[in-house]
């Protein structure tokens, strides 16, 4: 099971944090990633890490601004969100995906967190 949290209402500009708790699985034999949904569109790719966290992958429309990590000891994902815009609102999932790598695509990956919402007012 993944468990997102961190989500919340920020105005634009600013920061937050989103977490990933894992249970129930392997976390260390997992790519992780984030995607988001914003509302009327299909799941987007945000963010990935490798199992290890020697590797990651950014969507074009967040790089620079968003940076993932995890910490396999907690069995945690993370995204830090920096420079907000309100175009960054959205439902934000936690997802893992067998094998250790990562990749953008939605379908690529097994299982899914329940999402948690980013509001981001202008």
């Known amino acids: 099971q993944l468990q997102a949290s961190g989500g919340g209402l920020v105005q634009a500009g600013g920061s937050l944090r989103l977490s990933c708790a894992a249970s129930g699985l392997t976390f260390s034999s997992y790519g992780m990633g984030w995607f988001r949904q914003l509302p009327g569109k299909e799941r987007e790719f945000a963010a990935a890490i490798r199992w290890s966290g020697s590797s990651t992958g950014y969507a074009d429309s967040v790089k620079g601004r968003f940076t993932i990590s995890r910490d396999n000891s907690k069995n945690t994902v993370y995204l830090q969100m920096n420079s907000l815009k309100p175009e960054d609102t959205a439902v934000y999932y936690c997802?893992?995906?067998?094998?250790?790598?990562?990749?953008?695509?939605?379908?690529?990956?097994?299982?899914w967190g329940q999402g948690t919402l980013v509001t981001v007012s202008s």
């Open positions: 997802a893992a995906k067998r094998g250790f790598t990562w990749t953008s695509l939605p379908s690529d990956y097994d299982h």
